[in-house]
């Protein structure tokens, strides 16, 4: 079945280190997007891609990097700039025009030792 | 700013009965609606969505009403179910904008058997 795929589902970053989340989807879709969630909160934009090799800030993108190498996937480091990184990360892909829907992952967990 | 906001954050219902759950929205040129769940650890699911040209829409055991005059979306479940117990989002695409849709904060729908 197509989707999207996160992995890994429980991540734990170590101060001062950089960890990174992968998002691979086989549904063909231009777009990528990642958010994050905070408890009992929205869906918070960080970046997205609407095509290979390209991609755009959102609105709380500081520290945070992401690369767009293939149509299907779109990785998402947490660097070390990233001072409070405790929260459950969302990938999504979409048909690049408006109108339609977002495809999600299932996350990925990322805690602080 | 305009934003995408939800009437509550907590709603409890008895398995059998109605649900409904309400979203507010302040930005007139939003054209595109979609209703999104979340179960717990999960990424958010597709339920239905509605273009603005449209009052209402129906799916399978649920109905999106859309009233442009007071800036008003809900989502209607019909019977119930201990399954259908999640956060449900509300988001909206703005046109002329971009396709990335801006999230509400959730509702907490909560089934008793």
């Known amino acids: 079945d197509g989707g999207i795929t996160q992995s890994p589902k429980y991540l734990f970053r170590k101060e001062g280190q950089n960890v990174t989340l992968s998002c691979e989807q086989n549904?063909?879709?231009?777009?990528m997007y990642w958010y994050r969630q905070d408890p009992g909160q929205g869906l918070r934009l960080i970046y997205y891609s609407q095509i290979v090799n390209d991609f755009q800030k959102g609105d709380i993108a500081e520290g945070y990097s992401v690369s767009r190498e293939k149509k299907e996937s779109f990785p998402l480091t947490v660097t070390s700039a990233q001072k409070n990184p405790t929260a459950f990360y969302l990938c999504?892909?979409?048909?690049?025009?408006?109108?339609?829907?977002?495809?999600f992952g299932d996350g990925t967990r990322l805690s602080i030792l | 700013g305009e934003s995408v906001g939800l009437h509550l954050p907590t709603l409890s219902v008895q398995e059998g009965d109605n649900s409904i759950i309400n979203c507010a929205y302040s930005?007139?040129?939003?054209?595109?609606f979609i209703w999104y769940k979340q179960e717990s650890g999960k990424g958010p699911q597709f339920i239905i969505d509605i273009r603005s040209n449209m009052d209402k829409r129906q799916g399978q055991r649920v109905t999106v009403l859309l009233n442009k005059t007071v800036k008003h979306l809900s989502l209607q479940i019909a019977a119930t179910q201990p399954g259908d117990s999640a956060v449900y989002f509300c988001a909206e695409n703005i046109r002329g904008g971009s396709y990335i849709p801006t999230f509400g904060r959730g509702t907490s729908l909560i089934v008793h058997p």
């Open positions: 999504a892909s979409s048909i690049d025009r408006l109108g339609q829907p977002q495809h």
């Open positions: 930005n007139s040129a939003s054209d595109y």
């Open positions: 549904l063909n879709h231009d777009a």
